[in-house]
């Protein structure tokens, strides 16, 4: 007898190193079974899978079906967020943040060190002389707007592949750019909650597309068809797949472990639910990326807001555009 799952034998169920082990399902025809090691290839065994590869895909099929957030960040096989950016973000968020740390920091990895570089030697900061310390690229570019710079690049090398036809990626940073722009800028005016986590609020907000759009195409197309005729299109993502893109964003952040405040505000920005100020202050800047760059008329909420606020923003926006994308 051979578990189809595990590859384990009769040998060895009756070996020390697997006492107390027997046999969940057992075809004496074939010689195959399910030992108790692979309780989750039970369904699939009950369901008539005796070859390997059917095994495989009868669970597939049921991740997909009872948690498809799992199953698309599982077989997405992005690489996590480098743990410094995390770090380093926390050092900016921290009431005793010293430069010294945050330098420290970026050391370690030299991927990011080289990109901080080139970004504090790029023509936009117009300087002649040319940087080759971390320390000077933060007092060139501010460790802020540096960290911003460093997570907005990293975010975007994530994601390769998306089919052009289905989504312009061009136009899709934009506006994620767009809205953590605004968050960051009306999180300061306004003082509410972290201008980092807002920020990165922002940046991340619609990530979730982006794991339909590499695992599930097809299926995603129908969504974006029909939003282009006007349906909502986290709407349509729950009604069509069972799930919005917002929830498996969540889920994402989750697995790479970004602080709870995030997930939270991942999590709801296209809740109808009454929002905390935080949430309401994300959802202002989604609408007015979507008000700025789709083209809305006049009368949006873009052309309400006052000029002191809307610059800024387009400022930033202006920078981060020319240096990112």
Not at 104 to 115: I, S
Request: hydrophobic share 45%.
């Amino acid at each position: 007898m051979i578990c189809i799952n595990c590859g384990r034998t009769h040998r060895f169920i009756a070996s020390s190193i697997d006492q107390g082990m027997h046999w969940l399902r057992q075809d004496e025809s074939t010689r195959l079974g399910i030992c108790s090691f692979c309780q989750d290839a039970v369904d699939a065994w009950d369901q008539g899978a005796r070859d390997v590869r059917d095994l495989a895909n009868a669970k597939l099929k049921k991740e997909r079906e009872t948690d498809l957030p799992g199953w698309l960040i599982k077989h997405a096989k992005l690489p996590s967020l480098p743990h410094v950016l995390i770090e380093v973000y926390k050092e900016l968020e921290s009431e005793t943040a010293g430069i010294e740390r945050i330098i420290q920091l970026l050391e370690t990895d030299p991927g990011l060190t080289a990109r901080g570089l080139q970004l504090g030697n790029s023509a936009y900061y117009g300087a002649a002389r040319q940087i080759t310390r971390v320390e000077d690229a933060i007092l060139r570019v501010g460790p802020f707007d540096l960290w911003a710079l460093l997570i907005s690049t990293e975010v975007k090398s994530l994601f390769f592949g998306i089919r052009p036809d289905l989504l312009d990626m061009n136009s899709f940073w934009r506006h994620t750019l767009f809205t953590a722009c605004a968050c960051r800028i009306l999180a300061e005016q306004q003082r509410l909650g972290s201008a980092g986590d807002l920020f990165i609020a922002g940046l991340l907000h619609d990530v979730g597309k982006l794991l339909f759009l590499q695992l599930m195409p097809i299926e995603y197309a129908e969504v974006i068809h029909r939003r282009n005729g006007g349906d909502e299109g986290a709407e349509l993502e729950v009604e069509l797949l069972g799930v919005s893109h917002a929830q498996v964003g969540a889920r994402l952040f989750k697995a790479w472990q970004l602080p709870e405040e995030l997930i939270t505000l991942i999590a709801g920005h296209h809740n109808p639910a009454p929002a905390s100020a935080p949430l309401a202050l994300l959802r202002q800047a989604d609408a007015l990326a979507h008000n700025c760059l789709d083209l809305k008329p006049a009368g949006d909420e873009s052309h309400a807001l006052p000029d002191r606020t809307l610059q800024p923003i387009l400022m930033l926006f202006q920078q981060l555009t020319d240096l990112v994308l």
